[in-house]
């Protein structure tokens, strides 16, 4: 118990470093307008992909939904930001979005989630679809296809850095939890953790939804920082991408999470001035990554301090 607190606290410690190092640089101009919006766009990939590597790094669902959950809470802002523009308004359209989320999942994980494997990575993607396709004819609600324009953008850095660190430390202590690990030994073997008192299909659940309400919370803030959404911005690329970072930084590494994230948010900034060849780099990259690192860039390795306490404790 005391372990875990200290470690909580470096954590907490290194994640308010990295927030005081973007002020700084902020402060300085060495961060402009540009590169602010390239630091938020991958806190926001962060959340979402950190919420996503619980689904199928941790409890070993393939997911191809994650698009469709952040859908639902880039609208919930929408419609309901221009209804209450101010922070307390967006505050409440982001709960909302949160809790929607969380209950279609829970709708649909409850039948879903007994398949495995790519009979799951389909049903997960057609629940997605089925919410695009409702918001497209959602009618004055949604505005269908033309999206909705004009939220406010309450959305900077600061609150998307926020929202990192409570993601992180939520993941984090939930798998060190006794639910997290029932949750990974789901992922192990599921028929023996299911002979120990396990309940499979309630673990699986409780990890699909705590990922769809980060997708919500990640899909809420980028409404809040472009003021413009549409459907097709939460097409099956979008949960493709999310699911390349978590692949590429390794399946059960929150640490590979935030290394993909910012690697692949650096690249595509200088492939912008590769326009023309810039997919085929992007994907080059990534053939030769998954080659040479097939486990991903960490594999399942985690910046811990554990390690650190451990040793500090045996030296004494």
């Known amino acids: 118990m005391a372990r875990n607190i200290r470690v909580n606290a470096i954590w907490l410690l290194v994640l308010l470093a990295g927030f005081g190092l973007i002020q700084g640089l902020v402060a300085a101009g060495v961060l402009n307008f540009y590169y602010i919006q390239i630091v938020q766009q991958i806190g926001i990939n962060i959340i979402m992909a950190v919420g996503l590597n619980l689904i199928v790094g941790f409890s070993g669902q393939f997911s191809l939904g994650h698009a469709g959950f952040m859908a639902i809470g880039a609208y919930s802002v929408g419609v309901l930001g221009k209804m209450m523009p101010s ?69 900077n850095w600061q609150l ?42 309630k673990m699986k659940v409780i990890a699909f939804v705590f990922g769809a309400m980060t997708a919500a919370i990640a899909g809420g803030l ?56 810039s997919m085929i780099i992007y994907s080059l990259a990534l053939i030769l990554l998954m080659i040479f690192r097939p486990g991903g860039l960490l594999g399942t390795k985690e910046l811990s301090f554990a390690r650190f306490f451990k040793k500090k404790e045996d030296a004494n």
Not at 160 to 169: E, K
Not at 172 to 201: H, K, Q, T, W, Y
Not at 245 to 255: D, H, Y
């Open 222 to 277: 980028h409404a809040g920082y472009v003021g413009t959404i549409v459907p097709k911005d939460f097409a099956f690329m979008t949960s493709v991408n999310i699911l390349i970072i978590i692949v590429l930084g390794g399946l059960g590494s929150i640490t590979g999470t935030f290394v993909a994230a910012v690697v692949l948010g650096v690249l595509n900034v200088y492939l912008k001035s590769y326009a023309s060849v």
């Open 160 to 201: 998307v850095y926020v929202f990192v660190v409570l993601t992180t430390i939520f993941t984090v202590n939930f798998l060190r939890s006794p639910m997290g690990r029932m949750v990974i030994s789901v992922r192990e073997d599921e028929i023996a953790a299911e002979s120990v008192g396990v309940n499979p299909a």
């Open 87 to 155: 922070y307390g308004g967006f505050a409440i359209s982001l709960l909302v979005g949160m809790l929607l989320a969380g209950g279609v999942a829970l709708l649909v994980g409850i039948p879903t989630l007994r398949l495995k494997g790519d009979y799951l990575a389909i049903a997960t993607l057609g629940v997605a679809e089925i919410i695009r396709i409702f918001i497209i004819n959602g009618g004055s609600l949604t505005n269908g296809a033309a999206g909705i324009m004009g939220i406010p953008l309450f959305t």
